[in-house]
């Protein structure tokens, strides 16, 4: 099974756009070429713009704050493949987890603010012991997909 939640991000990515798009344009508007007459149903310029900015900084900066990630899973052929980075206004550096599925030892997930984010950390079986690979936030996958990523782990998971 592979799956990925490019479509999210993306959809992130256009809400962002269009954020900006439509901040820029009330300072157009409202500062440069003074079209719109304040106050404007019944509040001020001053409370228009905090209001508008405050969106565009929950649009912007919600995503990295709940841990979304960019994340490709596929457990095809002899290996589990995390692929994974921050998305949001600030990208992340791009990461990879590799585990064969022979040595795959199982995983923990962690939930915190109510469950909104949501991580996975991976073990791995050695010689010496387990190894835990750095968390992975599932945050940005949907119900279905996380569904999804904790069958196939789950098949694939052996006792330490």
Partial sequence: MTLDNSKTIINLRIGFFIA???ILAYVALAYVAKLIKFPFLGMSDTVWTLILVGVWFLLTFMPMFLGYQYIFFSDDGEKIIFRYYTAGFVGGKKNSVE???????GYSVENSLIGLIQKITLLQKFQEGVAKYPP????ALSREERSKVFKSLNLHSSPV
Avoid at 99 to 105: G, P
Avoid at 136 to 139: A, L, N, T
């Fill in 99 to 105: 585990i064969d599925k022979k040595s795959f030892s």
């Fill in 20 to 22: 900006t798009i439509i």
């Fill in 136 to 139: 992975i936030y599932i945050s």
